[in-house]
């Protein structure tokens, strides 16, 4: 079975940082394309980055484009999200996704940004 575990979120001021962790197991990760999808209170699901299986295409949403970064490494089958410059508005749920569409994911972990 897929399992997706996210670590690392937590309480950070504006403009700090924070780096995400999603461990990845019952599947071939190295062959699969992942994602970071966030969820803010009262907003809809936003698909953040995506990432090919080789890192060799990786995509942004407009709204964390320059700020954040996602990377992989498949010999740790471990998917990461480095998030800088945080702003209020990057309170969310933030979601690892097999895939690139919402569905297999983990349990969430949670970015507060404190003013």
């Known amino acids: 079975d897929v399992r997706l575990v996210e670590s690392g979120g937590g309480t950070v001021q504006f403009g700090g940082s924070l780096r995400l962790s999603c461990a990845a197991s019952g599947f071939t990760f190295s062959a699969a394309y992942m994602s970071w999808f966030r969820q803010a209170p009262g907003k809809g699901l936003e698909r953040v980055a995506r990432i090919s299986p080789a890192s060799t295409t990786i995509d942004y949403a407009e709204s964390v484009k320059g700020r954040f970064t996602v990377s992989r490494d498949n010999t740790k089958t471990t998917l990461y999200l480095h998030l800088s410059s945080l702003k209020p508005e990057g309170r969310a749920m933030y979601y690892c996704?097999?895939?690139?569409?919402?569905?297999?994911r983990g349990q969430g972990t949670q970015v507060t940004v404190s003013s």
């Open positions: 996704v097999k895939g690139t569409k919402w569905a297999e």
